[in-house]
């Protein structure tokens, strides 16, 4: 079946410092892939999105890229802030059904 | 602004003291979604809603029930809640499922039981 194996945390980063966490699926079909993050205490924010192979989610400096050769969207930024600091989830959308399937999350810290 | 609305942000309730949770939308979504979230897990799927056509996930423990009365409406009642369904409780929306089709979710309730 569809599923989503992300990068396990926590990780702690200084601020500044460049930022990767890594996310694979396995999926029947064309999934549309998701970042989702959520803050201390609150639901979860849509952070970007793909919806086919080779496109690029990008939205407050993080960016992410379908690839479906390696089955990968890894989440990256080039630059954190100690406001980046939340739970990352790397999520798949399925094509068939309404499934959505939700990695483990990553929870990051940064610090100053 | 369109959003997902869930009262209350925090409920404690009784052991054994049945609850419900409500959850609102304005988006005009016709799927609505139920999810379980432990700490430091993921959320868990409970059943959604594809219009009035409701979608029971099989591990949902029959504890866990939800009405839909309308498009912007959907409940959650824990018939009996034990220690274990202390959780924070989200709910959710997509235009359609599927393909490209995010879901948009509350803010969550936080369920304590006593």
């Known amino acids: 079946g569809d599923s989503v194996t992300q990068m396990e945390g926590p990780v702690t980063l200084s601020e500044e410092a460049f930022l990767t966490i890594n996310c694979t699926y396995t999926a029947t079909g064309y999934p549309s892939l998701f970042w989702y993050v959520q803050y201390p205490g609150e639901g979860l924010q849509l952070l970007l999105k793909a919806t086919k192979a080779d496109d690029k989610g990008s939205n407050k400096g993080f960016e992410a890229t379908y690839r479906k050769e390696t089955t990968s969207f890894h989440l990256e930024k080039g630059s954190v802030q100690v406001s980046d600091s939340a739970v990352y989830f790397c999520?798949?959308?399925?094509?068939?059904?309404?499934?959505?399937?939700f990695g483990t999350g990553t929870s990051l810290t940064v610090i100053p | 602004d369109a959003m997902v609305i869930q009262n209350p942000r925090y409920q404690v309730t009784q052991f054994g003291k049945p609850v419900t949770l409500s959850c609102s939308q304005t988006?005009?979504?016709?799927?609505m979604y139920w999810y379980q979230q432990k700490s430091s897990q993921a959320p868990k799927l409970l059943f959604h809603y594809y219009d009035k056509d409701f979608n029971n996930e099989a591990d949902t423990p029959d504890n866990f029930q939800s009405r839909r009365p309308n498009t912007s409406f959907c409940f959650l009642d824990i018939r009996s809640p034990g220690l274990g369904d202390a959780a924070m409780y989200l709910c959710?929306?997509?235009?359609?499922?599927?393909?490209?089709?995010?879901?948009?979710f509350g803010p969550g309730t936080r369920l304590t039981v006593t």
């Open positions: 959710a929306t997509s235009e359609m499922g599927g393909l490209g089709y995010e879901q948009y």
């Open positions: 999520a798949l959308g399925a094509n068939t059904g309404n499934q959505f399937y």
């Open positions: 988006l005009n979504h016709n799927v």
